[in-house]
């Protein structure tokens, strides 16, 4: 027999703040586990349904204010977010239902507040100092206590026995379905719920969805329906005014420093580590100077981070004084493990510095300060494409792999690309050396090794047709040249340097 | 002044004792006749190496190939990163790999300016996570090739700058200087400063 009960649901804190709580992946999430349990194995008597007392209850609430966007303030969806800290205070897992309820599962919170009665008493009262509108209800299964808040009928039903008879009396437009269902089933003189639950199951299934019926299954507890618990969207967010405006950069980055200095703290204690940081400059007129940085790996070390933030300050040029700046910190991710610097906060020291070379330890570390201040298209690597035209045989890279990489094996002598050796150098775009080979050959070159003929690429439109050699100049120097069959001019494409 | 005070003064040079025991390991060049007239038998790590060019196309970059893929093939686990700075051209991939240099762990750098491209070499050099370090300037001063050696010294790389033949006659801190040049027919290699070795052509053939 399967194992019952539902699955504690981990929080995920580095989950973006999902505005929706309805689960689209596998975990973390709270599982709602009440299907009965049919006992098999004594075959002499009949099949016994075991009722499984509520593992679960659910306070749904809806605020009928927020579908309407005149009335707010904010959009509703961060109206929401920001009720769902609110709601935090009574339960861990709250989780949002769009676009304008809650569901907040408050089982393990009734002895917390001596009664369920407490309970819904100080929920409300929270509702109350926001002067929303609210409509709740309380139901062992998530959707049916929505579809009684959203009903508006303040029922309170804590046993999942009672849940069809509870929900009978509900109009059907409360489960807010297709209104291409709600229609057929007002055609059939459906109105209640009750009369639906009524209906055979293959019925159902046919003439609206089968996912008709997974939702009444849900709601009477018979199928669990996981949901995703609202995580507050967690990030460093600092700012620090200057009593006096800030003209060079030598004072700015002085001033950063404690800064930076507890947004690592924040990480740390978060086991955590940021990708991007934004650095804002206010100035008196002129607005706000946006500093943005990204990491190459993530990273919680001040080194890093201050290393990186005074390369992208050495290159700023302040358009106006500074009155005072904002660290902002990008979603923080957890930790690769085995990073942690367990000195990171010791030492004090601006990191390793010796005759004014910052010596960085890491090769992200590296790329990320060549990145900062050259450009990130400056610093890039190559990769060996499989292809016999020679300037699609290769191909720039920007996203490197920079972790530690173990070579594979031993290889001899590389790998065997071509018949002919192929230059260090090749040009961007080929150049036009002579018209005939008997110009090529005045010219002083002398062909040493070739023919070997290219002929490929007529499925994209760029076929080339040609025959490389590689030619000697009379004085030494080695060219890489073909020469093209429709046209018989010579071209220079690479050296061998 | 006895003779114990003159050897112990640091600006005094022992021929002997540099040649006999290189400090730090070298990277065999792949050519005996080359390695026979390098001290230690190959490039040396952890200093500068000045390369000048004539021309490009000489066989240059090929000349450290060799090195550059034994300094990738090191026992102790990790590949050791290869900076390539402002080259002049692509360097082209499966001419790369045909020699064996594992190309995820070579990193082009393409500065705006000259100066970026010193900050960056120097940057590559002093980090301690590349073997090797490959620039390529048009001209730059004595000042900031001292400091391009001090960082190849702390961070143990194989630092190679290749510069235009005309700066021949300039000083250079340099520990080892090359000047490539074409020949009558083939290409010459003549080492105009070794320390702690004798300059002087190498008989050398481009292969």
Same mark, same amino acid.
């Given at each position: 027999?399967? $194992?019952?009960?539902?699955?504690? +649901?981990?929080?995920?804190?580095?989950?973006?703040? $999902?505005?929706?709580?309805? %689960?689209?992946?596998?975990?973390?999430?709270? &599982? +709602?586990?009440?299907?009965?349990?049919?006992?098999?194995?004594?075959?002499?008597? +009949?099949? +016994? &349904?075991?009722?499984?007392?509520?593992?679960?209850?659910?306070?749904?609430?809806?605020?009928?204010?927020?579908?309407?966007?005149q009335r707010l303030a904010a959009p509703a969806a961060s109206t929401l977010q920001r009720l769902c800290l609110c709601a935090q205070q009574f339960t861990p897992l709250v989780s949002i239902e769009m676009p304008n309820a809650l569901l907040l599962e408050i089982k393990g919170s009734v002895k917390l507040f001596g009664s369920l009665a407490a309970l819904h008493a100080a929920i409300e009262a929270a509702w109350g100092r926001l002067s929303l509108r609210a409509h709740a209800a309380t139901a062992p299964t998530a959707l049916a206590a929505l579809w009684l808040a959203r009903a508006g009928k303040p029922a309170c039903i804590e046993d999942s026995g009672q849940l069809a008879g509870g929900l009978a009396e509900l109009p059907i437009a409360c489960t807010s379905w297709d209104p291409a269902w709600l229609q057929t089933l007002r055609a059939m003189g459906i109105t209640r719920i009750g009369e639906l639950l009524r209906l055979p199951r293959a019925g159902i299934s046919r003439r609206l969805s089968p996912a008709a019926v997974l939702d009444l299954d849900i709601a009477l507890a018979r199928q669990a329906a996981p949901r995703r618990a609202f995580v507050p969207r967690v990030r460093f967010r600092e700012r620090c005014d200057f009593e006096t405006e800030i003209e060079t950069v030598v004072y700015l980055q002085k001033a950063l420093e404690p800064l930076i200095e507890r947004c690592a703290q924040f990480l740390r204690e978060r086991q955590a580590g940021v990708q991007s940081l934004e650095l804002g400059l206010r100035h008196r007129v002129i607005p706000v100077?946006?500093?943005?940085?990204? %990491?190459?790996?993530?990273? $919680?070390?001040?080194?890093? %981070?201050?290393?990186?933030?005074?390369?992208?300050?050495?290159?700023?040029?302040?358009?106006?004084?500074?009155?005072?700046?904002?660290?902002?910190?990008?979603?923080?991710?957890?930790?690769?493990?085995? $990073?942690?610097?367990?000195f990171a906060g010791m030492g004090g020291g601006r990191g390793l510095r010796a005759g004014g070379v910052c010596a960085g330890n890491t090769a992200p570390q590296l790329v990320e300060r060549l990145r900062a201040r050259l450009g990130e298209q400056a610093v890039y690597g190559v990769v060996f494409v499989p292809e016999h035209r020679p300037e699609a045989a290769w191909r720039r890279v920007h996203e490197l792999r920079l972790t530690p990489a173990v070579r594979a094996g031993e290889r001899a002598g590389g790998m065997r690309v071509s018949e002919m050796r192929r230059p &260090?150098?090749?040009?961007?775009?080929? &150049?036009?050396?002579?018209?005939?080979?008997?110009?090529?050959?005045?010219?002083?070159?002398?062909?040493?090794?070739?023919?070997?003929?290219?002929?490929?690429g007529w499925w994209d439109g760029k076929d080339v047709a040609r025959d490389y050699y590689i030619a000697r100049q009379a004085r030494g120097a080695r060219w890489w040249v073909f020469q093209q069959r429709q046209t018989r001019c010579w071209y220079l494409h690479g050296m061998f340097a | 002044m006895a003779l114990a005070d003159i050897l112990a003064d640091a600006r005094v040079w022992k021929l002997k004792d540099a040649s006999a025991a290189p400090s730090r390991p070298v990277w065999s060049t792949g050519r005996s006749a080359l390695d026979a007239r390098l001290p230690g038998g190959g490039w040396p790590t952890a200093s500068l190496i000045e390369v000048l060019l004539e021309t490009t196309g000489l066989g240059e970059v090929q000349l450290f190939l060799p090195a550059l893929v034994k300094c990738q093939q090191r026992i102790d686990g990790e590949v050791p990163w290869l900076v390539w700075i402002a080259p002049p051209h692509e360097p082209y991939a499966p001419a790369l790999a045909e020699y064996g240099i594992e190309l995820s762990r070579l990193l082009v750098v393409r500065p705006a300016s000259a100066t970026e491209a010193l900050w960056a070499a120097e940057q590559a050099l002093s980090s301690g996570v590349c073997a090797a370090v490959l620039l390529w300037l048009q001209g730059t001063d004595d000042r900031w090739l001292r400091r391009l050696k001090l960082a190849a010294e702390a961070g143990g790389a194989l630092g190679v700058l290749f510069r235009p033949e005309r700066h021949r006659f300039e000083s250079s801190p340099a520990s080892l200087r090359l000047l490539m040049t074409q020949g009558e027919h083939e290409t010459q290699l003549e080492l105009v400063k070794v320390q702690g070795g004798r300059p002087g052509p190498v008989e050398f053939r481009a292969s």
């Open positions: 027999m399967k $194992s019952r009960g539902w699955k504690s +649901a981990t929080a995920d804190l580095f989950a973006d703040g $999902s505005t929706d709580g309805r %689960l689209t992946e596998a975990l973390p999430a709270i &599982v +709602a586990e009440a299907r009965p349990a049919i006992l098999r194995g004594v075959p002499q008597l +009949a099949p +016994a &349904v075991v009722r499984p007392r509520p593992k679960q209850l659910w306070y749904a609430v809806v605020f009928p204010d927020l579908m309407e966007p100077t946006r500093v943005r940085l990204g %990491l190459a790996t993530i990273t $919680s070390e001040r080194r890093r %981070l201050t290393d990186v933030l005074d390369e992208k300050l050495n290159r700023l040029e302040l358009a106006a004084p500074v009155r005072g700046m904002e660290l902002k910190s990008g979603s923080l991710q957890p930790l690769p493990a085995g $990073s942690l610097d367990a &260090v150098w090749l040009l961007d775009e080929p &150049v036009l050396l002579a018209a005939n080979l008997q110009h090529l050959c005045q010219e002083g070159s002398i062909l040493e090794q070739g023919p070997e003929r290219i002929e490929s | -």
